[in-house]
């Protein structure tokens, strides 16, 4: 997952070889379990969408180790142990930024993880079509309200059935 894309507006590594700047996206594996310290690197000119634009270069770097690498599908355009010299000395600290940015993101992954699973839900009453109306009463049709909701959307076995439904004791007709 891309850090910049996660985080933005959050603190964005900057590095400047021969001359121009460029902004290293980083992006990281965020399975759970993973002790993984894989991230893969691309140094975006500064100032283009780093989401679109294409990469003036791709790398591959195992941050425990200090392992470099280039991307088959994209060769630097200059030797490996140039771009890695000048961003270690630009960023003294940079190994220990990754390991920050790559646990903050699965922090943040994780708790969206948690925050949105539900448990499998049983459907009991008839199963809503697309063309039906929303059960959640909106009025519109399930395929333009709820139907991309993560939970599944049943009508109730009686939808007219008021039987719990208690008026106020002062309510009059």
């Known amino acids: 997952m891309r850090n910049n894309g996660i985080l933005p507006y959050g603190d964005q590594l900057l590095v400047n070889i021969k001359g121009k700047k460029y902004l290293i996206v980083d992006q990281f594996c965020l399975l759970p379990k993973c002790k993984c310290t894989d991230a893969t690197l691309d140094l975006v000119p500064a100032g283009e969408d780093a989401m679109t634009a294409d990469p003036w270069c791709a790398l591959r770097l195992k941050y425990a180790k200090r392992d470099w690498a280039g991307m088959a ?20 600290d940079f190994y220990k930024q990754l390991l920050r940015r ?27 079509g697309r063309n039906d109306p929303c059960p959640c009463g909106s009025g519109k049709k399930y395929k333009k309200c709820c139907l991309k909701s993560t ?19 002062d309510f009059k007709l």
């Open 73 to 92: 599908d994209s060769p630097p355009p200059i030797p490996l142990d140039e771009i890695r010299s000048t961003i270690e000395e630009q960023h003294p």
């Open 102 to 128: 790559h646990e903050k993101l699965k922090m943040i992954y994780l708790n969206c993880r948690r925050k949105h699973y539900s448990p499998p839900q049983t459907i009991t009453g008839r199963k809503v």
């Open 151 to 169: 939970k599944p959307v049943e009508f109730p076995d009686n939808q007219w059935d008021i039987s719990g439904f208690r008026f106020p004791d």
